[in-house]
């Protein structure tokens, strides 16, 4: 009985420790990371058009929304971080962060999940 509660304290401890490792960014060798001002510049008061046709709206007050391809939109608030990392923190109390790099001149967008969106022209 002990044995299996220090096998789920140990797997819920490794879990927790996830989002630590999650912000291990998939940078690649040719990626020109955005510093802060770098994102503030490329991101304040702008609409950045993804290639799924999702929008993120960046107001100059700190106000976030993403519209998805199908309409519906989440709302929350953004930071810049002084590394360039941006975290959202939606009104329905989720949460992420992303980073911004340039590669072969396009805006690109990772997650914290290593995913890679690039921003349309």
Not at 62 to 69: M, V
Not at 102 to 108: F, K, S, V, W, Y
């Amino acid at each position: 009985m002990w044995r299996m509660i220090r096998i789920v304290l140990l797997g819920l401890a490794l879990v927790s420790a996830l989002p630590a490792a999650a912000q291990q960014w998939a940078f690649r060798d040719t990626d020109a990371r955005l510093d802060r001002a770098q994102v503030r510049a490329a991101t304040t008061g702008q609409t950045l058009v993804f290639y799924d046709d999702g929008q993120s709206r960046y107001s100059a007050g700190g106000s976030y929304s993403y519209t998805y391809a199908g309409g519906a939109t989440a709302y929350g608030r953004y930071e810049i971080r002084q590394d360039g990392t941006v975290c959202i923190a939606f009104r329905n109390g989720f949460g992420r962060c992303d980073r911004y790099v340039r590669n072969a001149g396009r805006l690109i967008l990772l997650t914290e999940k290593g995913e890679r969106f690039p921003v349309r022209p």
